[in-house]
């Protein structure tokens, strides 16, 4: 039996690769070539395309980029110099897209999209030419920097690896692993988990694993496929700490192996980068009243045919005699292929289905344990539909390799049930349309 393995090391999207053209194009993002004919700096943007740029891109695509954007969006010559992934292309055509692109947007989750009206001021922009501004813009604040999230416990354990990562120059997109074992002794609840960023011009975004083993301390090469654990916390730039709910927490207990996966981006070839980021965590004596536990609704009965698709409905059901139990948040997962991943209950009085997890259109880069508070009682039954598009030459099954498919819907409840709750996904009964 290998479930948790199933469970977790479906988290291969983490192999997800950015492609995106190497170029050593370096530029400086300041206003250095000369004078324009209004106001002398033809660098400067319009007011209004200013605001959005410095209120949503910034953080990111500011002047030194951060959390592996490309390049910086700060002046008139950062958008009209050619795409870094598509030289024939410039960056502001490039915006327009990505910025209604609902697959890969920018900025990306959680960051708030582009509002309607923000969009029409840089369409109405680039149709008038992308003229310099000429009013000196009132700095509208709010951009400035992603500060990590912080927690209301006090971490009293740093897991972070026994040597930095150096990133080679020519990498421009990796995935690193390292271990960290932890000596608990006498059982004790996780309550809390927050990134500790330490260099945030290449962390991407990192994942938090409570491994079945122990891992090299150093930081290896690794894929979602081998971890083997359960996944307890995702942070991207703009994303919360995790904090469990007063009543539950993860049991802990002996020596916790815990393992960080951390994805790189130096997609621009920077030189030296190097990087110890890893999690602060919160522990503690005072139990809580209920241990937390993890699993996921789903099915690994995958078979989506060459261009073909596959549309299908899971329903599982709990054990009439289990016990009430209290979802604290849900987190859809599925690779590549993904188009649309949900799940909710199906109530057989006539009251409304509870959302247990959306995710239309799936976003692979948009994993994220989302917040949910449904009440799950013995004989509840839960639906979960996957669906995906093959638009490649073979047929693609489930798998843990990027190139395999998954539908998992992870859910983190209290209190912590016995093992068949492990993948409810093997005891579901599905209704498939091809
Ligand atoms: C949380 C950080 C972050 C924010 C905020 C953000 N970006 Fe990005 N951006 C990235 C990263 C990382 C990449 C490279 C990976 C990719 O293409 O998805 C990128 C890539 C891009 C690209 C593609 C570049 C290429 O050559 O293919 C464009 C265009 C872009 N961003 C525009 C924007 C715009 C416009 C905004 C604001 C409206 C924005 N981004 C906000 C991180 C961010």
């Given at each position: 039996m290998n479930r948790s393995r199933c469970l977790f090391s479906a988290l291969s999207f983490l192999s997800a690769l950015v492609v995106v053209a190497c170029s050593d194009a370096e530029k400086g993002?300041?206003?250095?070539?000369g004078s324009g004919?209004?106001?002398?700096?033809?660098?400067?943007?319009p007011c209004d395309v200013d605001k959005i740029l410095s209120t949503k891109c910034q953080t990111c695509h500011g002047a030194s980029p951060k959390f592996g954007a490309p390049f910086p969006l700060v002046d008139r010559s950062d958008l009209v110099a050619p795409a870094v992934s598509d030289p024939n292309k410039k960056v502001y055509e490039l915006v327009a897209a990505r910025a209604r692109?609902?697959?890969?947007?920018?900025?990306?989750?959680?960051t708030e999209r582009l509002t309607a009206a923000e969009l029409a001021i840089f369409d109405r922009w680039i149709a008038a030419g992308m003229p310099a501004g000429k009013d000196t813009c009132v700095d509208p604040g709010g951009g400035g920097t992603i500060d990590p999230p912080t927690l209301s416990c006090t971490p009293d354990v740093l897991l972070a690896p026994s040597a930095p990562y150096v990133m080679p120059k020519g990498v421009q997109d990796q995935y690193m692993c390292y271990g960290v074992d932890v000596e608990i002794g006498q059982k004790r609840h996780l309550v809390g988990i927050a990134p500790q960023i330490d260099n945030s011009t290449i962390v991407h975004h990192i994942l938090l694993f409570k491994a079945d083993e122990a891992s090299p301390s150093t930081p290896t090469p690794c894929e979602g496929g081998d971890i083997q654990g359960a996944l307890l916390s995702v942070w991207a730039p703009g994303g919360k700490a995790t904090e469990l709910p007063l009543e539950a927490g993860f049991p802990l207990e002996g020596t916790a192996h815990f393992v960080v996966q951390v994805h790189y981006s130096n997609i621009k070839g920077l030189d030296g980068q190097q990087d110890s980021t890893g999690f602060n965590v919160c522990t503690t004596?005072?139990?809580?009243p209920n241990d937390a536990g993890i699993f996921s609704f789903g099915t690994e009965d995958i078979n989506i045919p060459p261009h073909g698709s596959l549309d299908v409905s899971c329903d599982y059901q709990f054990p009439r005699d289990m016990g009430a139990i209290s979802v604290i948040s849900v987190m859809p997962h599925m690779h590549n292929l993904g188009k649309h991943l949900s799940s909710n209950t199906v109530p057989t009085d006539g009251s409304e289905p509870s959302n247990l997890g959306l995710a239309d259109p799936w976003n692979f880069d948009n994993q994220i344990w989302y917040d949910n508070d449904t009440i799950l009682r013995g004989g509840d039954t839960v639906r979960t539909r996957c669906a995906w598009d093959n638009p490649g030459n073979r047929a693609v099954e489930f798998g843990e390799r990027t190139v395999d498919e998954m539908c998992y819907n992870f859910v983190m409840y209290y209190p912590s049930q016995e093992?068949?709750?492990?993948?409810p996904t093997d005891d579901a009964s599905c209704v498939t349309t091809k």
């Open positions: 993002s300041s206003g250095t070539s004919p209004e106001n002398g700096n033809a660098e400067a943007l692109d609902t697959a890969r947007p920018m900025p990306p989750p959680p004596t005072e139990l809580r093992i068949e709750l492990t993948t």
